[in-house]
């Protein structure tokens, strides 16, 4: 039976009550017989300030470059609101992002039937919506130099963000979206803006040609971002897999997320280069952050991070079929009415994180 290290940095606030929830689903799937996962803890973010003076220490940095994969649940909260800028709990998560060269990250954005009616958006639209945007993590605008204000001495100021992406850049981000179409609905959707920027220009030639090159079996189409995210809002079932920049990436997948429900559904992975072996640097994370508002209380939702524990499952050891399980144990444990209190809606009672994962324990048992 193959052995997985996972080294866990449950971070700030809600994060180390929904890092609980994913340890007892790990127990679940190695019980099952299917993998046996070797735990380690870390420190990020504010709880890794207060210990160290650092958002993440060289020996966690360590340990997360050893793992076979990180789960990180969140980081930040007011009480680090004045603490220096570098030593800031982001500082924690854009390190490990950099350091462990994750370019590519995934956010699945699925509607589970029984949750329809918590979207912004009409039933009709959102359920069963099933896509996954590829965002570019480590290039673009975001990192681009130069990256400056510049005072022009005349009471004016001139502010500079540089959008730069090389080919390879580009490729390999398209490459990772074309590889998860073929294992999906086999469509690619790339998005950038070719009509005012250089970058789109490029962008669009260089997918056109790593398509007709190597996955000419998929289909691709091109979509300016502006118009794709009023198709987001307008009928997102037309969408399999969109592949774009940091900067277009940042702000659709947000849009998605809310066809979704709730912020507190929704996994997230960030993947590195495959090496000689095919494997893959990775850290998988929810997509929402520490939630100080509710932390301590027993009442945040787990699922967003046992999702990302199944991503784990699926994109870095090969159990996807496991990862399946726990998706379905989700949706079965939603349709039964189990709610968390961030998904309520109607319900007439919500239950607590512990609970919940309970609940989805229960359904995995079953099931395996
Ligand atoms: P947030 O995601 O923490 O919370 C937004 C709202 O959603 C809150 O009302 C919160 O209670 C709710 N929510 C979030 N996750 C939930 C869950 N699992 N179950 C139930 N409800 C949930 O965003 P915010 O309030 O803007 O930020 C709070 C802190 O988190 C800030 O310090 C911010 O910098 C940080 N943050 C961290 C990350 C990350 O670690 N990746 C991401 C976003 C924000």
Redesign the pocket.
């Given at each position: 039976m193959a052995s997985y290290k996972i080294f866990l940095l449950p971070?700030?606030?809600?994060g180390p009550e929904?890092t609980s929830e994913v340890e007892k689903v790990a127990k679940v799937i190695a019980g099952a017989g299917l993998a046996s996962f070797e735990f380690e803890k870390g420190l990020v973010?504010g709880s890794a300030y207060d210990a160290h003076g650092a958002a993440i220490s060289e020996s966690d940095m360590a340990l997360a470059q050893a793992a076979d994969a990180v789960m990180?649940?969140?980081?930040?909260?007011?009480k680090?609101d004045k603490v220096p800028y570098d030593a800031r709990?982001?500082a924690g998560?854009l390190r490990l992002r950099k350091d462990l060269g994750l370019f590519a990250n995934l956010r699945p954005a699925v509607c589970y039937p029984a949750l329809a009616d918590a979207s912004a958006l009409k039933r009709e639209i959102v359920e069963g919506l099933d896509i996954m945007i590829v965002r570019e993590l480590t290039g673009g605008v975001y990192f681009g130099e130069p990256k400056e204000i510049i005072d022009l001495g005349n009471g004016q100021k001139r502010a500079i963000d540089t959008q730069v992406y090389d080919t390879f850049e580009i490729e390999r981000i398209a490459a990772v979206a074309f590889e998860l179409a073929r294992k999906r609905g086999n469509k690619v959707t790339s998005s950038e803006k070719h009509n005012v920027m250089k970058s789109g220009v490029l962008w669009k030639e260089v997918v056109t040609g790593l398509h007709a090159k190597s996955y000419s079996d998929v289909k691709l189409e091109h979509m300016l971002a502006d118009a794709l995210g009023m198709q987001l809002v307008r009928w997102p079932k037309q969408f399999d897999v969109i592949v774009t920049d940091n900067l277009f990436g940042d702000m659709l997948s947000d849009v998605a997320s809310m066809l979704t429900g709730?912020?507190?559904m929704l996994p997230s992975a960030s993947l590195g280069a495959a090496d000689a072996n095919g494997k893959r640097k990775a850290m998988y994370?929810?997509?929402?952050?520490?939630?100080?508002?509710?932390a301590g209380k027993g009442?945040?939702?787990?699922?967003?991070?046992i999702g990302s524990f199944g991503m784990a499952l699926r994109y870095s050891f090969g159990l996807g079929e496991a990862a399946d399980r726990i998706d379905s144990a989700i949706s079965e444990v939603l349709a039964s009415g189990f709610r968390?209190?961030?998904i309520k809606g109607e319900a007439a009672s919500s239950i607590s994180t512990s609970a919940m994962g309970d609940a989805i324990v229960a359904a995995l048992q079953k099931a395996l």
């Open positions: 971070g700030d606030g809600i929904v973010g990180l649940a969140a980081v930040g909260g007011p680090w709990p982001e998560l709730s912020l507190g994370e929810p997509v929402h952050g520490s939630a100080p508002d509710i009442v945040a939702n787990p699922i967003a991070m968390t209190a961030d």
